[in-house]
């Protein structure tokens, strides 16, 4: 995340906490990050410079008519300003600030196969007694890592996998070998 997306998103956050809008522009702005996922090509429209300002600034106003002004006007700051490329990373602004104000911690969960339902609800309930904070937990499949977890929370990595605990056998044969 660049400092510009961590300045605007801030921003953004510091208004909505004046106003009491936190929760209502957090799932405003996840919409509209949606919206840009899936229309790549209407982003790119919105970041065309030939097409002139006012023009782009009233296609945001049509496509997001029913969002809160707030957040229609900070995406056409965005598009005056060139930088709408920088809107994910606002959104991260965002949604740190929010989770550090509301006691929330993002972990993603790796495993080699789909968790079940009891093995999450253990794993979301230690990580909630741990952290003694609010998790989110997402989780992902990957099956490179063989078995075991591997945690990402708030920056740091908790390695459980086979794969790394192989990696470290690997490394220590071979500083006895050599």
Known sequence: MTELAKRYGGSLYDLAVEEQLTDQL????????????????????LSTPSVPKKERCALLDKAFAEAHPYLVNFLKLLCEENLLAELPGCIRAYRDRYNADHGIIEVTVVSAVPLNDASREKLLAKLQQMSGKTVRLTAKVDPAILGGLRLDLGGTRLDGTV????????????????
Do not use: K, T
């Open 163 to 178: 794969q790394r605990r192989l990696e470290r056998m690997r490394d220590s044969i071979s500083s006895v070998v050599l």
């Open 26 to 45: 957090l799932a405003e702005l996840d919409v509209a990050a949606d919206c840009f996922q899936q229309e790549p090509a209407y982003l790119r429209l």
